[in-house]
């Protein structure tokens, strides 16, 4: 029977020096553990959260700050801007300080078959990260899809020169109140924060100018009746005021000549009581006062025929003169006795 020999066993078959295995194991193991160990924590921005996905599935969210998971493949984590707002531009977009309009989202058309330039502004932010993830592939996409496609809607039912005027301010609400129900119908985690219009316009050229001509006078027609209604407001007061006062001043005399009447009337129904009392003497005393009043030159005879037929004659004036010339002439009598 042939013995057949068994080579001994080597226990360096890489021929490396003493020591030099031991150290590439614990350096393999050294970097195994670090890698693990990193992929076991992440970090959360205070502007971000973080969707935790366990074999795929959804299992919760994490807010900002350090974390640990499970490393991959039993965990992962995918972050998202959830408390940041952001932006999308429906007709435009914007490269840093540069504006590039996109024609095919702005153009529109009205409701009385006009077309319209309608650029917007939609600002957003994330509400439902599950949703957000999950029930839409691409959410901007999507949200620039149905900012465009609330916009045609309204617009497209309004006439364009109301579009271009006074009805901004509830195309731009009756746009949002569309873009929320289309968020709530498909659950896509998106929160509408607000839609803004930057300019509803005809298009550029012939038509712009027409356009800005009728808003031109659209405007001066509102400037005209404010000011119409301006000075409404200052003269119907002042109007109010002076019919008040003319009122006032009529109510005052017409209580001052009542006042007065009433005062004639005290004074006749006075003097009547008293002529009643003895009525030749006030009558001599009227009809000389009257006599006075229309003949104030004239000579004053005082007669009484019924005594007999003779004529009995005062001269009354001739003695009030002698008696005047008397006393002027012993005036000057007695001035010139006393001169030297």
């Known amino acids: 029977?042939?013995?057949?020999?068994?080579?001994?066993?080597?226990?360096?078959?890489?021929?490396?020096?003493?020591?030099?295995?031991?150290?590439?194991?614990?350096?393999?193991?050294?970097?195994?553990?670090?890698?693990?160990?990193?992929?076991?924590?992440?970090?959360?921005?205070?502007?971000?959260?973080?969707?935790?996905?366990?074999?795929?599935?959804?299992?919760?969210?994490?807010?900002?700050?350090?974390?640990?998971?499970?490393?991959?493949?039993?965990?992962?984590?995918?972050?998202v801007p959830a408390e940041l707002t952001q932006r999308i531009h429906i007709g435009y977009r914007v490269n840093g300080d540069v504006s590039t309009p996109v024609e095919e989202e702005a153009m529109m058309i009205t409701g009385d078959e006009n077309i319209v330039s309608a650029d917007a502004v939609v600002q957003w932010k994330i509400s439902n990260v599950r949703d957000y993830l999950y029930n839409i592939s691409d959410p901007e996409q999507f949200l620039r899809n149905a900012a465009s496609s609330s916009i045609r809607s309204v617009i497209g039912s309004e006439k364009l020169d109301y579009a271009i005027t006074d009805g901004k301010t509830v195309i731009q609400d009756k746009v949002r109140e569309k873009l929320l129900e289309l968020q709530n119908k498909y659950h896509t985690g998106i929160q509408i924060i607000d839609i803004k219009f930057q300019d509803i316009e005809p298009p550029s050229g012939q038509v712009e100018e027409a356009f800005r001509a009728v808003t031109n006078a659209r405007e001066e027609k509102n400037t005209k009746i404010n000011n119409a209604a301006k000075y409404e407001n200052d003269k119907i007061p002042k109007a109010r005021g002076e019919a008040q006062a003319l009122l006032e001043n009529a109510e005052a005399l017409k209580k001052s000549r009542i006042l007065n009447a009433q005062g004639d009337v005290a004074q006749f129904n006075a003097i009547y009581a008293e002529y009643t009392k003895n009525k030749g003497i006030t009558e001599s005393r009227l009809l000389m006062e009257t006599l006075e009043k229309i003949l104030p030159n004239a000579k004053i005879i005082i007669s009484d025929s019924a005594a007999g037929d003779t004529v009995k004659y005062l001269p009354l004036n001739e003695l009030v003169r002698g008696s005047g010339s008397a006393s002027s002439s012993a005036g000057t009598q007695q001035q010139g006795g006393t001169s030297p």
């Open 1 to 79: 029977m042939e013995l057949v020999k068994i080579p001994k066993r080597q226990d360096n078959p890489l021929n490396l020096p003493p020591g030099m295995l031991k150290k590439i194991i614990i350096g393999a193991v050294a970097l195994i553990a670090v890698v693990v160990g990193s992929s076991c924590f992440y970090t959360v921005q205070e502007q971000e959260r973080a969707a935790i996905l366990t074999f795929g599935k959804y299992t919760g969210e994490s807010t900002a700050g350090l974390h640990f998971k499970w490393p991959y493949p039993i965990q992962k984590v995918v972050i």
